[in-house]
């Protein structure tokens, strides 16, 4: 499948590894990279050497104990995941393949901290072709779910929830926008119901869980 992204990227470019055309972009005002990963403190860790110290055995018997992650060990590298990933297909650093390796190989914060993880679309196009079982959506579930508890939460979530636990909707429309609409005549929007979700989040501890995601500001 043709990569549509890297058609509309310059040659010199082209030929640059992930980290050095990242770098590039972060000091380019025209870059394509959005503001929210310019900013963002999550690790670029798919490219970087390896230290000894970073293996933690221990990683993949964490997540072959959850719901989701018990056939992990049977991944063999094939890639079949990857081909035919949707979030893959349009970007440079998204590989599910690469998650599963670097969770066999122990790698816990590289994983964690990755701001990759957090482009997953949860569509399990990936789940269904594994030719190993291999769960692989429900294993991003599991890395999310952890990286979260950790603190790894990119900034752009932590706007969404906050906006859900305030307004109870994820996107918050701008005032000169909805005088617009009453100028059109337009009807006005539905409300949200915060209160009631803000019981939810306390009963699922969501609030706590988007106040560790604050350490990584
Ligand atoms: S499709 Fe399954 S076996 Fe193949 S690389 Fe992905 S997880 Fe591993
Ligand atoms: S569930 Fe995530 S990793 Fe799997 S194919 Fe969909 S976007 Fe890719």
Redesign the pocket.
Known sequence: MTDIKSKQKPEAEKKMPYTAVKSIQRNNPTSTLSKEAENSHFTISMTTPIQPHEFDPQFKKEIIKKHGGENLK?????????SDCPIARFSDSYR??TL?RMIQLGLKNRVLSSETLWLCAACFT?TD????D?E?ASVIRILRNMAVEKGFVPKIFKELGSNILETGIAYRIPELRLKRREQSGLPPLPKGNPQAISKLAKATSFSKLLKQGERTE
């Open positions: 049977h991944c063999f590298q094939c890639g079949t995941c990857t599910p393949r599963i990936c072709r594994c030719p190993q291999v692989v």
